[in-house]
């Protein structure tokens, strides 16, 4: 994976580059301390990929409507069970077109005092969510006054496409823990880990596809996500630093916006892989 080989490639060469600087008898000043004791501040930014678990997908429209463009009553309950999905990282766009394109995420964060082990963090991923085409899939319930409980080819261009393309959106409020690892002799290099902890909204914007009709919805607050994100940082000449994380996490939508009055309700495991550029200063 992309992000791995960055990731070692960096990490051997700041391995290689210092040699035998590092020493775990000599822990020096963190990173960006301030004179004051007060903690320090952080903004980082990077890119992210995403594995998702088959989730059941339920929709529900019981408004009975009538739709003029199909010429049917709206009126639907039913359940799509184990739909795989993936993500749509876009990283060719990075320079391309728009630097929020891909899967970006950002972090702003506070280390409460100048030993920065604890700190709070407000953690955003625009992961994207994208329905796999053209699976075979259980399909159970009443569609159009009709009952149904069969195994049906789901396809995009009839039946159904679904997709928070515009972001699946987890917004999430972090507790953190940070442990230095290795800390080179001239104090210019730290090697830390990181784990963090947290809960919070997803607002996704969905694009899907129902019996023919397509509707790019608005963002909204749909559900919550809770999760654990852990892994390695460094830090170099106490104002930047280079984060890698891998983050697992369960999300549950339960109010998205899809066709008319109707709504869809899932839920699933999401694990990520994450690397994040950032700057940091004390107060």
Partial sequence: MLFNRVFLTFLMYILLYTGNSFAQDEICDCPSMSKKGK???????????????KSDLHFKNTSGDYNATTGNYDSYDFTIYDVKAKDRPGFRDILRTDLTIPQYVYRLGYYFNNKRDLGIEINFDHAKYVMVGWQTLRVKGTIHGQQIDKDTLVSPDSFLHFEHSDGANFLMLNAMKR??????????????????????????????????????NRFHVAGYIAGVETGIRIDAYKHFFLEYTAKGAYANYMNVLVIGAGKAHHHFWVFENILTLGLQFGV
Avoid: C, E, H
């Fill in 39 to 53: 903690g320090s501040f952080y903004f980082s930014w990077g890119y992210n990929r995403d594995w998702y678990s």
């Fill in 179 to 216: 442990q230095r690892l290795l800390v080179s002799k001239n104090k210019k290099l730290w090697l830390s880990g990181v784990i963090k902890a947290g809960a919070g909204a997803v607002i996704p914007r969905t694009d899907v596809t129902l019996f023919g009709q397509r509707l790019n």
